[in-house]
């Protein structure tokens, strides 16, 4: 690794802790370790984070909440959740809360080290600093995390943003529901595909003239979306 990645560790239980901070030292990462979420939050606005893993029960809060506070602060930020709570309706509700993946202890740490590889390779190619992208009614800045259509703007979640950011590089093509989310989340199904159903209706009020009758995204019945090419 050439340049050395910060990665916030939010755990209070320590033996957890030092076995992180040991295993990320020695695959080349700098830790950095928070045991509240107020001092988390601290990190994450003070200083250069590339990734966080995330504990759900701190002492002074709840990791799902301090997820949300970290996405809408810093949503350039890859959130992992490392969590005993591990049923399907904890990751739910993990992943709907702005978290980038779940992954429920005990854990494999070389299996944490690939999801964070894969993390860290995504967010860095889906960040293109300073680019601004004209689509339909709406100007997207991928720096800025925001879609503006006259003088309305809304923020990006950093999924939103690696969505629209798919989209536009795939235009033309047809992108089946299974491709969208094995690229922005990295799995096959996070909840379910309405997931994406849910974006693309969201999208349509801001880049159509017409949402009800869109000529910008379309729907291949059957498929998934496909964007047109757009001048």
């Known amino acids: ?86 049923q399907s309706s904890d990751r739910i509700k993990g992943l709907k809360s702005g978290a980038d993946d779940y992954l429920p202890k005990p854990f494999d740490l070389e299996e944490l080290s690939l999801r964070m590889e894969k993390l860290l390779n995504r967010f860095v190619n889906s960040q293109p600093a300073g680019s601004q992208f004209r689509l339909g009614e709406a100007v997207i800045d991928f720096a800025n995390f925001s879609l503006s259509r006259g003088d309305e703007s809304v923020h990006l979640t950093s999924k939103e943003a690696q969505f629209l950011k798919y989209l536009i ?11 969208i989310l094995e690229h922005v989340w990295g799995y096959e199904q996070i909840p379910n595909t309405r997931t994406i159903d849910n974006f693309i209706l969201s999208f349509r009020k801001y880049i159509e003239k017409d949402p009800n009758h869109p000529n910008i995204i379309l729907t291949v019945r059957g498929i998934g979306y496909k964007l047109v090419k757009t001048s």
Request: proline share 4%.
């Open 1 to 86: 690794m050439s340049e050395s990645r910060t990665i916030l560790i939010v755990e209070d239980e320590r033996h957890i802790a030092n076995l992180l901070k040991k295993n990320l030292a020695l695959d080349g990462y700098e830790p950095l370790l928070a045991t509240t979420a107020h001092a988390a939050l601290d990190h994450v606005q003070s200083r250069k984070i590339d990734l966080v893993l995330l504990d759900v029960m701190l002492p002074d809060g709840n990791g799902i909440d301090l997820c949300r506070n970290i996405k809408h602060r810093r949503p350039d930020v890859p959130v992992i959740i490392l969590s005993a709570l591990g």
């Open 169 to 179: 590089e795939k235009r033309g093509q047809v992108l089946s529901r299974k491709q």
